[in-house]
């Protein structure tokens, strides 16, 4: 296998994290409450308000996409960056019409107001989708290419997030402290690619 079929194998991976962590959590909760026909509306809220399932689905997202545009090369990565936008959408899409049915499925296809009332409540079935559509017109605008090779904008840009994080999350410590953690060390770890990448071409 070719290494950028590596590559898109696993940016296919981590595009389907988000599907799966929530459904293998989902059947955790349900089981510690007692298996029944229909899923339990408190799994459904407890699953699409955890924190921690959001932020790992965001990431995986963000680390897919540049893992695949990155697989491909330099002069294909234009048009495959338009494609993933498009992709991403069509995922936004089908996480908020899952959370929709699943919400529904909850409610045991009858109680519609109930059904509304849970998905809305649930906040990150809401967000993430939200999240994946403006991640796409982020990738399309004009600066998109400059985005995501330009390594140190991107290393600024996550220490920049640090601060917010801290804040909003700042009742759940936990929570902000590992994404402060885990942006810190991501802009550290590109910031080091980037200056080695300089070295070598210094050198040639």
């Known amino acids: ?75 294909e990565r234009d048009q495959r960056i338009v494609q993933l936008s498009s992709n991403l959408q069509k995922i936004a899409l089908a996480s908020f019409l899952l959370a929709l049915f699943v919400s529904w499925y909850s409610n045991h296809f009858t109680d519609v ?28 605008t004009p600066f998109s290419v400059s985005w995501i090779r330009n390594r140190y904008f991107i290393s600024s840009l996550l220490l920049v997030l640090i601060p917010p994080v801290l804040y909003i999350g700042r009742h759940h410590p936990a929570f902000s402290f590992s994404v402060s953690l885990l942006l810190l060390i991501s802009a550290v770890a590109i910031f080091s690619l980037t200056k080695g990448e300089h070295h070598d071409k210094e050198k040639t």
């Open 1 to 75: 296998m070719k290494r950028s079929e590596l590559y898109q194998d696993l940016a296919m991976l981590l595009f389907l994290i988000p599907f799966i962590l929530p459904a293998v959590y989902a059947l955790y909760l349900w089981s510690s409450y007692g298996l029944s026909p229909f899923l339990p509306s408190q799994v459904y809220l407890e699953v699409t308000r955890d924190p921690y399932v959001f932020m790992v689905g965001m990431f995986s997202v963000i680390v897919g996409s540049l893992i695949e545009v990155s697989s491909f090369p330099p002069e």
């Open 113 to 140: 107001s109930g059904t509304f009332l849970d998905f809305l409540a649930g906040r990150f079935n809401v967000l993430f989708p939200s999240f994946l559509v403006f991640f796409s017109f982020i990738l399309v």
